[in-house]
């Protein structure tokens, strides 16, 4: 048996029997079961080692020779198969309640399976082109029935593609760098090709007015699934540059300009997301202040790699609790407008409660999911400069104030209305067991650090 079929090629496979399920309800179902089933077997059974179960004999091996690379997924890889398959198949288990499982359980795999091969292929650069087929795929499934392409959705297709020449250039270039480490002009053009790739992959500002636009047209709990694993996998990416190059990663304008790109990301997208009006914008922005959070972590160095592990699975559960819930309100008025969703609690209040968690989650508020990571961070940041803790907190404000907002527009109506619960009870109980984990991973994030632990032993110096 060979893990990057198991792992690659069968969820490829599942992908196109899901896509002739007509059934959404069981689409879902059936999706989300298969992909909790492979992190479940990427948990258990060990990659390279011999299983022995009785008299049979088990061992998969790691390496797939595919048209003269090589894919490969080793015993270090698990934490990624895990993570991967394990929230998505969360993420299928609830498109049936968010009424798009048709469209996203079927591309969500192979878009996933997909992602995880970009991590898995040798030679790594090989990854921009495994990321821009998961970027193409996508494209059909963020255009509503019977509707033409928006802005949104052409830019991100745009802009994503963009960087795929310019990060491919930076690594032949990076070739070079290898054999003449002295050529210090070769070093830089290579470093500005990749900073500027990245720039469009990440949607580092100001590349990132694709952002808003894609979320008022797309549906909203496919727009968080892309916006959870995209960036994620384009970070891991990165860090795979860092850890493969001494003189990037020993550079000291590296984290300048981490640091740079990450509080332009936070600070904007805050200060946006406090005076929009739209819910679904609000969304895009505090996607934008997830990634610049990311990016700061990155330039702490490799001692504080962890931090950026720690915000992948907040980060999720984050947006799956929070578009369940902007899908169903979504339904119900004809704008995600503040004067249009007034007093919507009264009748929906668990999706505007899961709107709302998430919401503060993301800004950082104690006892949710978001608040460990964003405290760890906010301290390392702190030690280096009181100027750049403010900078941090500010962002984070933003973020604040555009929960409190939508707060006092989801409860607040002129019309005399009582409280009732109108959503169904697939969508209760989905939307209240995530309200309960993004508590329960505030109040106790040691559940995830023995995962998370193992994510650096992909990197031979970032912490591993």
């Not at 198949?89 to 049936?96: E, I, K």
Request: proline letters at 6%.
């Amino acid at each position: 048996m060979n893990a990057p079929l198991i792992w690659i090629g069968l969820p490829i496979a599942l992908a196109i029997i899901l896509s002739l399920i007509s059934r959404p309800r069981l689409s879902a179902r059936v999706g989300g079961i298969l992909a909790l089933a492979l992190a479940a077997l990427a948990w258990l059974v060990p990659i390279d080692d011999v299983l022995s179960i009785g008299a049979i004999s088990i061992k998969i091996t790691s390496v797939f020779q595919f048209l003269g690379r090589q894919l490969v997924l080793g015993a270090s890889s698990r934490s990624i198969l895990i993570v991967f398959y394990g929230l998505s198949g969360l993420w299928f288990l609830g498109a049936h309640a968010a009424g798009v499982s048709r469209r996203l359980v079927p591309a969500g795999m192979a878009i996933t399976a997909l992602l995880v091969g970009a991590l898995a292929v040798k030679p790594f650069l090989y990854a921009a082109l495994f990321i821009e087929t998961a970027v193409l795929l996508s494209a059909p499934i963020l255009i509503p029935p019977r509707q033409p392409a928006g802005r949104g959705v052409i830019r991100f297709v745009a802009y994503q593609t963009l960087a795929m020449p310019f990060i491919l250039f930076a690594g032949w270039l990076l070739a070079g760098v290898e054999t003449s480490p002295s050529d210090l002009i070769l070093a830089k053009q290579s470093a500005a090709l990749l900073g500027l790739g990245f720039a469009f992959l990440l949607a580092i500002f100001p590349l990132s007015t694709w952002m808003p636009m894609l979320a008022e047209d797309a549906p909203p709990y496919i727009f968080g699934f892309l916006q959870w694993i995209l960036p994620t996998t384009s970070l891991i990416f990165g860090l795979g540059f860092i850890d493969r190059y001494a003189w990037l990663r020993q550079s000291d304008l590296l984290p300048q300009v981490l640091r740079m790109a990450g509080f332009l990301m936070l600070v904007t997208g805050g200060l946006w997301a406090a005076f929009e009006k739209r819910l679904e914008r609000i969304l895009a922005y505090t996607s934008i202040t997830e990634t610049g959070c990311a990016l700061l972590a990155l330039s702490l160095g490799a001692d504080k790699t962890q931090i950026v592990f720690l915000l992948f699975i907040p980060r999720s559960f984050g947006l799956a609790v929070w578009t369940l819930g902007l899908s169903i309100v979504k339904d119900q008025v004809k704008s995600l407008d503040f004067a249009a969703i007034q007093g919507l609690a009264r009748r929906y209040p668990l999706a505007s409660g899961a709107i709302l968690v998430a919401q503060f989650s993301a800004s950082g508020v104690p006892l949710l999911a978001g608040f460990p990571p964003r405290y760890a961070l906010w301290d390392a940041l702190a030690q280096i400069s009181p100027n750049m803790a403010f900078w941090f907190g500010l962002g984070l404000l933003g973020l604040f104030l555009s929960a409190i907002r939508s707060l006092t527009a989801l409860v607040i109506s002129e019309k005399l209305t009582y409280w009732q619960l109108q959503e169904d009870w697939p969508q209760r109980i989905l939307l209240g067991i995530g309200i309960v984990v993004l508590f329960l991973l505030g109040l106790l994030p040691q559940m995830i650090y023995p995962l998370l632990n193992t994510f650096p032993l992909m990197f031979e110096h970032l912490g591993g």
